[in-house]
């Protein structure tokens, strides 16, 4: 509990972030001005803007503009819905990190929270901070969610089913927009490859 806590008393660093009564906006930022109606436009797969146009391929960004919208929706102002959204997203970094290195190490405390800072503080997503890059942020969670789970089935603490299931579910939810997403999992698939390399190699030669 203690280290659940801790990784969410440091995810509040966005709230830094916000002066007065400041939003964040511009540059290639997409956090939405009007949430609600945002949402409605991108909840189906045809608009008539201009001449009309497709969203059909953009649709798994929908589970980020929900995320995005809930509190607008529950009555929070635009400011605070921005701030609940980047804590939100930075927890769950953390989060996913702990998990890893819980699975990794669970006796160390030390390696666990040293692992979740370093998963959470790193230059890689300094560019996804400064436009509130959600895609990214959810394919690098689902790294290390997916990660876990591989770890667990090989270690024989998981399944093979119960691994496919949950893995399933984690990219459903953290599917780093959908199909125009798939570059972001750059990474995912690469820790993959090394991990089934790495540990089909170690099999073999015992």
């Known amino acids: 509990l203690f280290e659940i806590l801790f990784i969410f008393i440091i995810s509040l660093v966005p709230?830094?972030?916000?002066?007065d009564n400041m939003i964040i906006v511009g540059h290639d930022n997409i956090l939405p001005l009007k949430p609600d109606v945002f949402l409605s436009g991108r909840s189906y797969t045809w608009v008539e803007h201009a001449f009309g146009q497709s969203q059909s391929l953009i649709m798994g960004t929908l589970v980020i503009h929900i995320i995005d919208s809930l509190p607008y929706l529950i009555g929070f102002t635009l400011q605070n819905t921005q701030k609940i959204?980047?804590?939100f997203w930075f927890?769950?970094?953390g989060l996913s990190g702990y998990v890893l290195a819980t699975v990794i190490n669970k006796e160390s405390t030390t390696f666990k929270l040293t692992s979740t800072i370093l998963?959470?503080?790193n230059f890689f997503l300094l560019q996804a901070w400064w436009i509130g890059e959600r895609t990214k942020f959810s394919g690098y969670i689902a790294l290390a969610f997916v990660l876990a789970v591989f770890l667990k089935?090989?270690?024989g603490e998981l399944k093979p089913f119960t691994g496919v299931v949950i893995t399933s579910l984690v990219l459903?939810?953290?599917?780093a927009g959908g199909?125009?997403?798939i570059p972001l999992y750059g990474g995912l698939?690469?820790?993959?490859g090394v991990f089934m390399l790495y540990f089909g190699i170690l099999s073999i030669v015992r």
């Open 189 to 192: 698939f690469i820790a993959i």
């Open 85 to 87: 959204v980047y804590v």
């Open 15 to 19: 709230l830094l972030w916000f002066r």
């Open 172 to 175: 459903f939810i953290f599917n």
């Open 153 to 155: 089935v090989y270690r």
């Open 91 to 93: 927890f769950l970094i």
């Open 179 to 181: 199909l125009f997403g």
């Open 119 to 121: 998963y959470q503080f």
